[in-house]
């Protein structure tokens, strides 16, 4: 059975750094069908003013929505294409 990609996931997190500063941190899964989702990239900026943690969780989901859409298209060609010649099978 053929491989097919789902959804792309956007998970966005803050964690406190100080009085009003947060990081906002995200990861990017993608869904694959009848597979566990892959994790694309996790990324995180620091030392962000933000009035709560809620609008340091809406930022960092903003932030890895156009992240996720700059990583989607290489990730669809890798999973696409396969293994590379000369890689070795891990599992």
């Not at 989702?37 to 960092?60: K, N, Q, T």
Request: hydrophobic fraction near 40%; include cysteine; charged fraction near 25%.
């Amino acid at each position: 059975m053929e491989r097919g990609l789902d959804i792309l996931v956007v998970h966005g997190f803050a964690v406190r750094e100080g009085r009003g500063k947060w990081a906002c941190c995200y990861e990017i899964r993608l869904a694959i069908n009848n597979g566990e989702p892959l994790l694309l990239y996790r990324g995180e900026l620091h030392g962000r003013c933000f009035p709560s943690e809620a609008a340091a969780v809406v930022a960092a989901h903003e932030i890895g929505e156009r992240e996720a859409s700059r990583h989607l298209e290489s990730a669809r060609a890798m999973i696409v294409a396969g293994p590379r010649p000369g890689a070795r099978d891990t599992s």
